[in-house]
């Protein structure tokens, strides 16, 4: 398995106040009323 996919796959497990604290920590910003699916795409975006 790529290594891309297996980050994908570790993200996806994590929880949206979780998500959040890494864009926070990456300096990425990001609407209050995101979804989980496009907190995903903008830490993939990221990598």
Same mark, same amino acid.
């Given at each position: 398995? %790529? *290594? ?6 570790? @993200?996806?497990?994590?929880?949206? %106040?979780? !998500?959040?604290?890494?864009?926070? *920590?990456? #300096?990425? *910003?990001?609407? +209050? +009323?995101?979804?989980?699916?496009? &907190? !995903?795409? @903008? &830490? *993939? #975006?990221?990598?």
């Amino acid at each position: 398995m %790529p *290594e891309s996919r297996l980050a994908e796959t570790s @993200l996806s497990k994590l929880t949206i %106040p979780e !998500l959040k604290t890494i864009l926070d *920590e990456k #300096g990425i *910003e990001y609407k +209050n +009323n995101v979804s989980k699916k496009e &907190l !995903l795409k @903008l &830490l *993939e #975006g990221t990598e």
